[in-house]
T-cell receptor
Framework: NAGVMQNPRHLVRRRGQEARLRCSPMKGHSHVYWYRQLPEEGLKFMVYLQKENIIDESGMPKERFSAEFPKEGPSILRIQQVVRGDSAAYFC?????????????????FGEGSWLTVV | AQSVAQPEDQVNVAEGNPLTVKCTYSVSGNPYLFWYVQYPNRGLQFLLKYITGDNLVKGSYGFEAEFNKSQTSFHLKKPSALVSDSALYFCAVRETGTASKLTFGTGTRLQVTL
């Protein structure tokens, strides 16, 4: 059973370009989370999605960042007009069941991350 | 709001000695607590979790954690450290409710030396 798959693993973009990060959840998982890890810092929640629906985007910057999880295909985190401060590791995670009190004990599994460098 | 505190940026221990990585939490409802480990340039690997039941939880690689409700703590422990345990350890709390994201602590770097 393959784990959470992220690509690309490493991405270099010039300032002003777009970065597109992809995430395929574990088989049978329908819920995806995106986190960002800045150098020497912890993980910051960005967005929580299920297929065709954004559940919680409270951690997403107001501008330039967007996320989707279509009915078919991987989840995409898109960063438009990247700036140097966007350089970070972006981690995707998935869980097998919806959120809510009953299922909050389900483990969230992480991918290996996508390292974005903006030059 | 839920939060996690890891008071130590780094913990140093000699191989063969017991190790403890501290974690305290704040949550309004029932806490669902997790420990993850991160090796350099890698993703987070799940170690163990507390949902309910026995306060002592056993996980991967010989790690265990003790849930203490009165002290709102969930410290990670291992009886005998290995050099290969050197990594970054994150404690996390899962919020109840619709948006059940994980809230992480800032991480503790464990350094195990010979």
């Amino acid at each position: 059973n393959a784990g959470v798959m992220q690509n690309p693993r490493h991405l270099v973009r010039r300032r002003g370009q777009e970065a597109r990060l992809r995430c395929s959840p574990m088989k049978g998982h329908s819920h995806v989370y995106w986190y960002r890890q800045l150098p020497e810092e912890g993980l910051k929640f960005m967005v929580y999605l299920q297929k065709e629906n954004i559940i919680d985007e409270s951690g997403m910057p107001k501008e330039r960042f967007s996320a989707e999880f279509p009915k078919e295909g991987p989840s995409i985190l898109r960063i438009q007009q990247v700036v140097r401060g966007d350089s970070a590791a972006y981690f995707c995670a998935s869980s097998p069941l919806p959120g809510g009190a009953r299922f909050s004990g389900n483990t969230i599994y992480f991918g290996e991350g996508s390292w974005l460098t903006v030059v | 709001a839920q939060s996690v505190a890891q008071p130590e940026d780094q913990v140093n221990v000699a191989e063969g000695n017991p190790l403890t990585v501290k974690c305290t939490y704040s949550v309004s409802g029932n806490p669902y607590l997790f420990w993850y480990v991160q090796y350099p340039n890698r993703g987070l690997q799940f170690l163990l979790k507390y949902i309910t039941g026995d306060n002592l939880v056993k996980g991967s690689y010989g790690f265990e954690a003790e849930f203490n409700k009165s002290q709102t703590s969930f410290h990670l422990k291992k009886p005998s450290a290995l050099v290969s345990d050197s990594a970054l350890y994150f404690c996390a709390v899962r919020e109840t409710g619709t948006a059940s994201k994980l809230t992480f602590g800032t991480g503790t770097r464990l350094q195990v030396t010979l």
